[in-house]
């Protein structure tokens, strides 16, 4: 049986129990099916917290993860779709990353930052351009976040055009508002108030650091 006939046997299913025999059968039925195929086709988003969570429990040492690949499938089984925070860019004006920040991130680019933070700053530019020249209507458009099927990415601008970009999980609320919360509360007092803070165009301060860490971890979308 192929892993969408399992899933698709899965969905109209009903009795928890043979739900459970489904689900460890589609788990074992190999590492990479197990790992990309389910996560694909949002395997767990038919299942109820607890069984999922107990299933990545009894089949974790049968498929034999890596470490990533664990973090992947326990991101995917913790809650039910945890609302989580990767990770957060800060540009200044001149679309250069004086800040990246990163807390739950399942994976890593092939290219370095340096390029990252420039194909991350180019994609907000053209969509920013995109959004406006699409526009059905008159008034200026403003880019705020979009989203995949697997992460969300919200973009916050201030007056002297620093850049905010956080990835979230899609649905992560209020993340508009912690971008806003996260310029004003610790930007503005530990590193607009404190030019210092800044060498070599990056942001250098530990209590800058702090405070952004404590600020975003106790947010509601933060597991």
Known sequence: MSIAAVITELNALKHKNKRKQIA???LTYGKHDAVDQLVKLNFWQVMSVQL???QYISCRKNLKLSTNEKMLLRH???TRWRMTIHCLYIFDRHGKCISYIEWKRYKQLSMNRIEEFQLVNGLI????????KLSPISTRCVFKSF???SYKLTYFETPTSLKFVINT???AKNVHNLLQTIFSEVYVPYVTKNPSSIKNNKICSELFS????ELVQ?????D
Request: glycine share 0%; proline share 0%; hydrophobic share 25%.
């Open 218 to 222: 106790a947010h509601e979308c933060f």
């Open 125 to 132: 530019s053209s969509i920013k351009s995109f959004v406006n």
């Open 169 to 171: 999980d899609i649905h």
């Open 24 to 26: 460890y059968l589609t």
């Open 52 to 54: 999922c969570t107990k």
């Open 76 to 78: 995917r089984t913790s």
């Open 210 to 213: 702090t405070k952004l860490d």
């Open 147 to 149: 989203c995949t099927d």
